[in-house]
Nanobody, 124 residues
Framework: QVLLVESGGGLVQAGGSLRLSCVRSGRTFSTDAMGWFRQAPGKEREFVASINWSGATTYYADSVKGRFTISRDNAKNTVYLQMNSVKPEDTAVYYC?????????????????WGQGTQVTVSS
């Protein structure tokens, strides 16, 4: 099995920054693509960012483009989400996900493993 553990969430003021981390363990492969998703209360889980197996290809939701950066360190089995210039509408539980494919995807259904989530709250 695969275990994904997110950390780095918390309370931050609008305009501030946070860095989320996702540590991968178990039957995980460096060739797997990774993604970050988020879910706000009363809303569906939505795509935030994805990264392919090598880190060369990334995708972002329009709502975070230019503010968030996804990256990975395969030697440390860790994926990151750097969040800058955060806004109150970024408030949500953020989930790390792993896909048994070398290509990233924006679809929730394309991911095979999920972390438990980390809460991010942005105050205005």
């Amino acid at each position: 099995q695969v275990l994904l553990v997110e950390s780095g969430g918390g309370l931050v003021q609008a305009g501030g920054s946070l860095r989320l981390s996702c540590v991968r363990s178990g039957r995980t492969f460096s060739t797997d693509a990774m993604g970050w998703f988020r879910q706000a209360p009363g809303k569906e889980r939505e795509f935030v960012a994805s990264i392919n197996w090598s880190g060369a290809t990334t995708y972002y939701a329009d709502s975070v483009k230019g503010r968030f950066t996804i990256s990975r360190d395969n030697a440390k089995n860790t994926v990151y989400l750097q969040m800058n210039s955060v806004k109150p509408e970024d408030t949500a539980v953020y989930y790390c996900a792993e896909r048994r494919d070398f290509r990233g995807s924006v679809q929730v259904a394309d991911y095979d493993y999920w972390g438990q989530g980390t809460q991010v709250t942005v105050s205005s």
